[in-house]
């Protein structure tokens, strides 16, 4: 962040102080979202160093933070102008920027897989797609439903063998087989109360169907 002019250190360290917790923030006007004053939280934010007008700092925030807005708002806080500077991305969810790769890695290991046909050197490098969804909740679901839940049929009650603790109605889950293979995405139709305690229904409605139809074998009727 550069301020537009100079500014006591000990003032920035204590105006800090006030963007951590939820905070509201005006999206910018070149953004790609509606300009509504919307509530974020910032989990974290500290300043690692200050040298003249720059301040660098790190923040953990939740998905939907302008950054930008931020520096912005930091500034008419501080009573003077601000500005971001530079913005680098280190995690996003539970990728961390010490886990990647460059694209010329990934070449090199599809050169030697095809070489020596080891799977080993793909893997070291390309992280499987389930990696994506430890985050959210996730319902696991019998056998005798993935095909039906592929062909984009609703995930009824009777389809589920077990589930996390933590899914709410309406928000985003990962639909997985037994053996951990994502099968969908999908919006919860019901809390985990709910889930546990009702016999029938529907549970959630596939968005997104994310494995190959003719994966698991199909035990439901196509009704013509």
Known sequence: MQLHRAVPENK???????????ISQMPPVKSA???????REIYDLEILEIEGNYVLFR?????????????????RMLGVEAHMQELRRTKASSFHE?????????????????????????RDKILPVESGVMHIPRIM???????????????????????????????????MSLK??????????????????????VAAIVTRVIMNE???????????
């Open 12 to 22: 920035i360290h204590e105006v800090a102080k006030y963007f951590t917790g939820k």
């Open 33 to 39: 979202v509606k300009r509504v004053l919307r509530t």
């Open 59 to 75: 923040s953990e925030v939740e998905a939907g933070t302008y950054i930008r807005t931020l520096c912005v708002d930091f500034g």
């Open 98 to 122: 010490s886990k990647a790769v460059t694209m010329n890695d990934i070449r090199d290991s599809y050169e030697f897989w095809k070489e020596e046909k080891n799977e080993k050197y793909i």
């Open 141 to 175: 679901i019998k056998d005798s439903a993935v095909s039906a839940v592929c062909h984009g049929a609703p995930l009824h009650i009777g389809g589920i063998s077990k589930h996390t603790k933590d899914i709410k109605k309406g928000a985003l889950i990962a639909i």
């Open 180 to 201: 951990g293979e994502l099968v969908a995405l999908a919006e919860s139709k019901m809390d985990t109360n709910e889930i546990q305690n009702c016999t029938s229904g």
């Open 214 to 224: 003719d994966t698991y074998p199909r035990t439901w009727i196509k009704e013509e």
